[in-house]
């Protein structure tokens, strides 16, 4: 806490400076925490202290190391670093930035959180916290997933592109050149600032681009070489896929934002299953409808309404086609079961037709055609908010 109050100082002081130099910003900031870590070190440990620290400095940290931008990737942030630094290849990247893991690993790294910053935080002096949101750690955390690289992969399945994508007119308007973790998602067609649909390739040579390839370039071809600011900006996009993407945008900036709450994911998720069922039942649609809808299996849209994720094969596109269909965003239905714990609580389950009671009732599956079934701990009796006439007649026989 104490160094980032200094660094938020040092950055000030800095702008306040050179206001007209943004590159010399990092310079100030980096000599002004150098000497706040060495009165520091030498007040609380000694002269001595601060020479092994200094030795440590000179030989694990880069010399320039900028603090990464709002919603920038991890992979855009290591080809700053590496462009900077005059590092020139993928390998020599992550023997300093990733030293503990395969470089094999490094070179697939698709902005998903690595088993450990450590390196990184040496390497560029920014604390975990800071790394963290460069990937979408806090995304898998807010739906209670593992944060390893795997899992996290295959939650965003279907949801992120494998490639570059971007806007060129954000390029140009850039002071820093980097690349945002919204770009990745799929269902973000369209720049929202400047009303045009996002390039998937090179506007020069038609090539795709990697999210991390060396010689390190940010924002130019490694094919062509030439500047994506430079390409024609893609069709304009029409107001109704402006207004979907504005949604998605919202969600994902939501989503990746760090939240106090995440550290209880698992207990958060389970909730917000029970709002969405609580929602569609509002709307008289079974489990089976909205499968059918949104096209995927009842197991996994089971797998959304319980909180159980554990052979589900619930995505997070999965998430967004269900909640869409329900004509709902994300954000609202996380904010709504955040601000009321007990927004769809005990209170609100159906009472029992047979004994008229509703304070032992619990959810009891689904029957064949999707609709939830509760039973009665009381009398002992299973039902649905909705029965046919025989199932009535049974109830009361």
């Given at each position: 806490m104490i160094d980032f109050a200094v660094d938020r100082y040092a950055g000030v002081t800095a702008s306040g400076l050179y206001p007209n130099h943004p590159w010399l910003w990092d310079r100030v900031i980096n000599g002004y925490m150098l000497a706040w870590r060495r009165h520091f070190l030498e007040a609380q440990e000694g002269k001595n202290a601060w020479k092994e620290f200094l030795m440590r400095y000179y030989f694990d940290v880069l010399p320039l190391h900028p603090r990464p931008e709002y919603l920038e990737s991890l992979t855009s942030y290591l080809m700053r670093l590496a462009e900077l630094n005059g590092i020139s290849s993928v390998d020599g990247l992550s023997a300093l930035c990733f030293s503990h893991q395969d470089r094999r690993i490094t070179r697939e790294i698709a902005d998903y959180p690595p088993v450990s910053f450590h390196d990184l935080m040496k390497a560029g002096t920014w604390s975990e916290e800071i790394l963290r949101q460069t990937t979408f750690l806090h995304l898998a955390s807010k739906f209670g997933r593992s944060t390893l690289p795997q899992p996290v992969s295959r939650f965003l399945s279907g949801f992120i592109g494998q490639y570059l994508r971007y806007c060129p007119a954000c390029f140009a308007e850039q002071q820093v050149r980097h690349y945002l973790l919204s770009w990745r998602c799929l269902m973000v067609t369209c720049c929202l600032r400047h009303k045009c649909r996002l390039l998937e390739a090179c506007g020069h040579c038609g090539e795709l681009i990697p999210l991390l390839i060396s010689p390190f370039a940010l924002g130019r071809c490694p094919r062509c070489r030439r500047d994506l600011k430079l390409c024609a900006a893609a069709s304009g996009a029409s107001e109704t896929e402006l207004e979907a993407a504005t949604h998605v945008h919202d969600d994902i900036v939501f989503?990746?934002?760090?939240?106090?709450?995440?550290?209880?994911?698992?207990?958060?998720?389970?909730?917000?299953?029970?709002?969405?069922?609580?929602?569609?039942?509002?709307?008289?649609?079974?489990?089976?409808?909205?499968?059918?809808?949104?096209?995927?299996?009842?197991?996994?849209?089971?797998?959304?309404?319980?909180?159980?994720?554990?052979?589900?094969?619930?995505?997070?596109?999965?998430?967004?086609?269900?909640?869409?269909?329900?004509?709902?965003?994300?954000?609202?239905?996380?904010?709504?079961?955040?601000?009321?714990?007990?927004?769809?609580?005990?209170?609100?389950?159906?009472?029992?037709?047979?004994?008229?009671?509703?304070?032992?009732?619990?959810?009891?599956?689904?029957?064949?055609?999707?609709?939830?079934?509760?039973?009665?701990?009381?009398?002992?009796?299973?039902?649905?908010?909705?029965?046919?006439?025989?199932?009535?007649?049974?109830?009361?026989?």
């Open positions: 989503l990746l934002t760090p939240q106090l709450w995440e550290i209880d994911g698992l207990s958060v998720i389970k909730r917000v299953g029970r709002r969405l069922t609580h929602l569609r039942q509002m709307r008289g649609l079974t489990a089976v409808e909205v499968a059918g809808q949104i096209g995927v299996t009842i197991t996994v849209v089971q797998g959304i309404e319980r909180g159980d994720f554990q052979g589900r094969g619930a995505t997070l596109l999965c998430y967004f086609k269900y909640a869409h269909f329900l004509c709902l965003d994300l954000k609202e239905v996380f904010s709504d079961v955040i601000n009321a714990p007990n927004h769809v609580s005990a209170t609100s389950l159906p009472p029992c037709p047979a004994c008229q009671q509703n304070n032992r009732i619990i959810r009891g599956g689904d029957n064949r055609s999707g609709t939830q079934r509760y039973e009665c701990q009381h009398c002992r009796r299973s039902f649905t908010v909705l029965p046919k006439a025989r199932e009535v007649k049974r109830l009361f026989s």
